[in-house]
């Protein structure tokens, strides 16, 4: 999909066009407010105080024709310059518009507003000449948004929208966006009974249903095996930590503000933790370490709470609960890179089995100016950039460097994929930590008998599992792999009276073999639970009837295909364990 933002012609056409819906606004609601109306990479938007009135998807179509009546009539769009007072003068009435202006700098700031007939904005600019010029725009949605993004402040209202050259090209971006909802992870886990979220519990905290906690272990068991085959120990540890704990890593002062505030017992403080490398880092000094010991690898499914804000909550995508596929390698800095390439390594195997190619690979660097957010220590950073540089190219990995885009501990390599919606996040990380391991003292003993410090290296291959499965579903319409669907096989008999029988024999079956799979005997019409079955998306469907109870066959069909298939039971239930043991893969 189009990034409007980063296209110059179609953001100057869009911000013109936010200016049009504001008049358009305004002209329906005179008591209208306007806070910012910016360009975004669907589009644009308008944040509006409308007062006691609310705006709803169906008023959109009536704004939509006054902006449209408002374009045929062709007025040009002006430019002014005026000075901070009067700007102040001009907007006196207008709080939102004052706000802005007061925050300027009065000695240097040439104030400047866009006029287009009877509607005035305060406005950098550019835009196009006339309002003539926006001819193929679209009102996406409405929603609600704090003045400043502040929960504090009050809710406006946020209305979305686009604008195009063409009709053919509106036209098509409305297809794609139409393509985009039926991907949303947040209805395919709707439809799926997959996951569900509900304010009286909290937004940003998930619950996953029976199907989604299904997919969720197969998930933790398929890293995990991984993990273990290459020398991986597996922990559990507590989801608090004590204040004292994040102040010794630095979290408490780097971080603090996406944590969940501090709760006082006992005399202690304690926070739900965002991150395991403390906890982990304790496990490392629970005993001390020879040379001998290392590379220890400690692993762990851990539940992280981040108080993200409310407007980046996105389903099981960005939560404030989840659970991070979280490991942290203890090396002497000789290993650094034969440990930091099996972890590129398993990056790509498990990319393979999904069969994920849209991605890039990013070097994120601290940025040496800001002195608040990282770690103060420049040979520190000189030494990690220029190691974790050096690993990258050697293995010959292509990547991009972004500077600022650390931790606040040191540099890493991110894995940023490009989801079906959305815009592209991180999915994979491997960051190498020198800060850590002296903040809490780490040491092993050295072959010369000293002792020293190890180097950690911080990874994530899944990510967090409740991303990683909204990314699944997404780039699958929630059409799941056999190996990760919750129902793998439905058996559904023709008739009770004659088929149940062999039905139930053939899910004993299947169900011996661990194979995940339901028996339909309930009292509806073939087509019916046939047609259920694929609205569910379970990737085999069996229809038990004369013929197969009588030869001991099985007829199948699978999820997406007209076609159905007959086997001998025994070559059908070797096909799928196959099929599943290969994850799908030839």
Not at 257 to 278: I, K, Y
Not at 300 to 327: L, T, W
Not at 454 to 477: C, N, Q, W
Request: charged share 30%.
């Amino acid at each position: 999909m189009i990034n409007i933002k980063e296209d110059e012609k179609l953001s100057v056409k869009n911000h013109s066009c936010a200016h049009l819906l504001a008049q358009a606004v305004k002209h329906l609601y005179p008591q209208a407010m306007f806070w910012v109306g910016p360009v975004v990479e669907t589009g644009f938007y308008y944040d509006i105080d409308l007062g006691d009135t609310v705006i709803t998807e169906e008023d959109l179509a009536k704004i939509e024709k006054e902006m449209k009546k408002i374009s045929k009539d062709g007025k040009r769009i002006v430019r002014h310059e005026i000075s901070k007072k009067e700007a102040l003068e001009m907007f006196k009435d207008d709080p939102y518009k004052i706000d802005l202006i007061s925050r300027m700098n009065e000695e240097e700031t040439i104030i400047s507003c866009y006029s287009q007939g009877d509607f005035t904005d305060l406005c950098r600019g550019p835009h196009v000449d006339t309002v003539k010029e926006l001819k193929y725009f679209k009102l996406i949605k409405v929603s609600g948004a704090y003045w400043k993004g502040d929960a504090k402040n009050k809710m406006l209202q946020r209305i979305y929208g686009v604008c195009f050259d063409t009709q053919e090209d509106l036209d098509a971006y409305l297809r794609e966006l139409e393509e985009a909802k039926e991907r949303d992870h947040r209805k395919i886990g709707k439809e799926l009974e997959i996951f569900m979220s509900d304010d009286l519990i909290g937004r940003g905290l998930p619950m996953f249903l029976p199907n989604g906690y299904i997919i969720w272990q197969e998930l933790e068991n398929y890293i995990k095996e991984k993990e273990r085959k290459l020398g991986y120990l597996h922990v559990m540890t507590p989801c608090v930590g004590t204040v004292d704990l994040y102040k010794t890593s630095g979290h408490w002062d780097h971080y603090k503000e996406n944590m969940f505030p501090a709760m006082e017992v006992d005399g202690e403080a304690f926070v739900l933790r965002p991150m395991n490398c403390p906890h982990h880092m304790m496990i490392y000094a629970n005993k001390l370490h020879s040379y001998k010991d290392l590379p220890i690898r400690i692993g762990e499914i851990a539940h992280d709470f981040r108080y993200e804000a409310s407007g980046a909550v996105k389903g099981i995508e960005r939560g404030r609960h989840f659970c991070q596929n979280d490991a942290h390698l203890f090396v002497t800095p000789e290993q650094i890179k034969d440990e930091f390439k099996q972890v590129v390594d398993l990056i790509f195997d498990v990319y393979k089995d999904f069969n994920i190619t849209d991605y890039r690979c990013v070097l994120s660097l601290r940025d040496p100016e800001d002195k608040e957010k990282y770690h103060p220590d420049d040979d520190m950073w000189n030494k990690a950039e220029s190691e974790l540089r050096e690993v990258l190219n050697e293995l010959g990995i292509e990547y991009t460097e972004e500077i600022g885009e650390a931790a606040f501990y040191g540099p890493k390599l991110d894995v940023n994929v490009k989801p079906a919606v959305g815009n592209e996040y991180t999915l994979s990380t491997c960051q190498l930590d020198f800060c850590l391991p002296a903040k809490f003292d780490l040491k092993y003993v050295d072959a010369d008998g000293t002792k020293k410090t190890p180097v950690v290296l911080h990874r994530a291959i899944l990510g967090s599992l409740d991303r990683f499965m909204a990314y699944i579903l997404e780039e699958t319409k929630g059409v799941l792999p056999l190996w990760l669907s919750p129902v793998e096989i439905n058996v559904i008999p023709v008739n009770n009276e004659y088929h149940l029988e062999y039905a139930k024999e053939l899910f004993n079956k299947l169900d011996d073999k661990g194979i995940r799979c339901e028996l339909d005997s309930r009292d509806e019409k073939l087509s019916y639970k046939i047609r259920e079955s694929q609205t569910r998306k379970i990737p085999y469907t069996l229809v038990i009837g004369d013929k197969e109870r009588d030869s001991n066959i099985v007829t199948y069909r699978k999820f997406g295909t007209q076609e159905s298939v007959s086997l001998a039971t025994d070559d059908f239930i070797k096909m799928i364990e196959d099929e599943i043991k290969n994850k799908g893969n030839k």
